[in-house]
């Protein structure tokens, strides 16, 4: 049987970069390892002794699958001028560079939204494994592989394909041969399917769930309130400092940089704390004018000052039975602060322009994010109301300071935006969460939500979130890295800067016009003659390359 040509594989060697001073190996935007064969077929023969082969094969075969699917997401970006064939050949390939076996198309049908191949293996890794770590099989045992194919496949042609494997190298014969189509033309598909669902992994262990489960509930749900997510060790201290304070009826100053969560904290307080059921108001004292904040505050009684038509509760009133959180309590004026200091010592009010005194049963939990020392050092704070409003400080640490949160925290953002704007994100990808976690967060976390927002709008529907959908304009490429070259040997290479070409350019006495009309030709080689496409390449719209490929 004839086999299939692939198109010229550079554009997939260029997407493989090695950083071994970094220890990062990227394929795309995805990160890569390299594992030893013998190591892969020690793990394969611990999972056959200790779960069994079905609950083996199920596990492996849904880790290829979920590669196969990563890979697809890149595929559909490689070759987008290409034809269909060359985009989807862009998997065996893939499959080769990863070093998982020699891929021989045999027979490749895509038309009308079908499918149907054949490949041939040669030196699969899993054969080999298999061979090395169990010996002789009597049934195909390229799980993984297999695995992978159909998850690729899957993925590029948005409907289940199902790879089989008809001959296997593990069983003795020169090379493996798979066959795939759709699920639902095989005439054993609820078997095949079921290699591909969710199962637990350790059977034996089953009975064990609900006690695992009733521990897990134990353990993680005091975690898990609204709008609260963090397991590093700085958010769980200052979660700790928060939960023993929830059932007392301290005073809490709320402490951090601009853009960590204050009232978010504050929200979790009152929600933990036996006042839970009554108010919780919440005011920014920064933005409200200083003549109104000690009405807004304390209320207003009718004829208080021009315009008080009729009585009118403050916060405090509204608050009563609850909490009340006062954010950036640094900016009360010093009349404000005065009363403020008498309904801490009194627990009562009066209104602006009344005389009657209210008693009030408020929570008060502030926050701010100036240094109160330096304010009442300068004048511009009560010493008294800082004493009584520091009983109880909890500072909350800044994002940078808790980067293993980051994850969780882009993971309930993406679900939430994803919702929001209408959009379903597959997730982000590996290279685009190092750049989140390797940024300094002047912002926090309200900085990280925005970023998360424009990467979700931007992100393609059904897609991954990469690092230019995050930080637009500024790029996270590695300056020097090592490619694969043609001879299969790393090259060290520099990625090029604009500057570096105009250098390059300038020292070579390229004019103008001819570099310029060298571009537009081969983006137009590039493109396949689609001047439509060419000029996308370019920045451009069709009429303006076409004026400069006529001019």
Request: aromatic share 6%; with cysteine; charged share 25%.
């Amino acid at each position: 049987m004839a086999t299939i040509q692939y198109p010229e594989g550079s554009d997939l060697r260029s997407l493989l970069r090695f950083l071994p001073e970094e220890g990062l190996i990227w394929l795309g935007e995805h990160r890569m390892l390299l594992l030893h064969v013998g190591a892969l077929a020690a793990l394969r023969k611990e999972l056959v002794a200790s779960v069994g082969k079905v609950q083996a094969r199920r596990l492996l075969t849904r880790m290829g699958f979920v590669s196969g699917m990563r890979d697809a997401e890149l595929a559909k970006k490689t070759r987008p001028q290409g034809t269909l064939r060359d985009a989807f050949v862009v998997g065996p390939q893939l499959h080769m560079l990863e070093g998982s076996a020699r891929v021989i198309p045999l027979t490749i049908k895509l038309e009308d939204g079908t499918f149907h191949g054949e490949f041939a293996w040669e030196h699969s890794w899993e054969a080999q494994a298999h061979l090395q770590g169990i010996g002789t099989s009597d049934e195909p045992a390229c799980w993984m592989m297999i695995g992978y194919a159909s998850g690729y496949t899957s993925a590029f042609m948005n409907r289940f394909i199902v790879f089989r494997e008809t001959a296997c190298a593990a069983m003795g014969q020169e090379r493996c041969h798979i066959v795939g189509k759709p699920a639902e033309e095989w005439s054993d598909a609820p078997e095949l399917i079921g290699f591909f669902q969710e199962d637990p992994i350790v059977g034996r262990l089953l009975e064990l769930r609900e006690e695992i489960e009733s521990m897990r509930e134990r353990l993680v749900e005091p975690r898990r309130v609204p709008k609260l997510i963090g397991a590093s060790a700085a958010f769980l201290l200052t979660y700790d400092l928060l939960e023993r304070a929830a059932g007392t009826q301290v005073t809490v100053l709320l402490l951090g940089e601009t853009g960590v969560g204050k009232e978010r904290f504050a929200r979790t307080l009152h929600e933990l704390s036996p006042r839970k059921n009554g108010p919780f108001v919440a005011v920014n004292c920064a933005a409200i004018p200083e003549e109104l904040i000690e009405s807004e505050l304390f209320g207003v009684e009718r004829g208080a000052f021009t315009g008080a038509h009729a009585p009118r509760a403050g916060k405090f009133e509204r608050a009563n039975g609850g909490t009340l959180f006062l954010d950036e309590v640094g900016e009360l004026s010093p009349a404000a602060q005065a009363k403020l200091l008498r309904v801490l010592q009194e627990g009562e009010i009066e209104r602006l322009g009344g005389e009657q005194v209210r008693k009030i049963d408020v929570r008060l939990v502030a926050a701010t994010n100036v240094d109160l020392h330096q304010a009442v050092e300068a004048g511009r704070f009560r010493r008294d109301l800082f004493y009584r409003l520091n009983v109880y400080p909890i500072h909350i640490p800044p994002l940078r300071e808790r980067i293993s949160d980051i994850p969780l925290l882009v993971e309930a953002m993406i679900a939430r935006f994803q919702s929001l704007h209408g959009k379903k994100i597959t997730g982000i990808s590996d290279k685009a969460m190092l750049a989140l976690k390797a940024y300094h967060w002047p912002g926090n976390v309200r900085e990280l939500e925005n970023v998360i927002e424009r990467g979700v709008i931007l992100a393609p529907n059904h897609g991954t979130i990469e690092v230019e959908h995050l930080f637009v304009g500024n790029g996270s490429e590695e300056t020097r890295a090592h490619v694969l070259g043609t001879s299969g040997g790393l090259e060290e290479k520099s990625r090029e800067t604009h500057t570096d070409l105009a250098d390059a350019l300038i020292e070579r006495g390229v004019p103008l016009e001819s570099f310029e009309r060298m571009l537009l030709h081969r983006a137009v080689e590039r493109a396949g003659g689609n001047l439509s496409a060419a000029a996308r390449l370019l920045g451009l719209t069709r009429p303006q390359l076409s004026y400069r490929l006529k001019k």
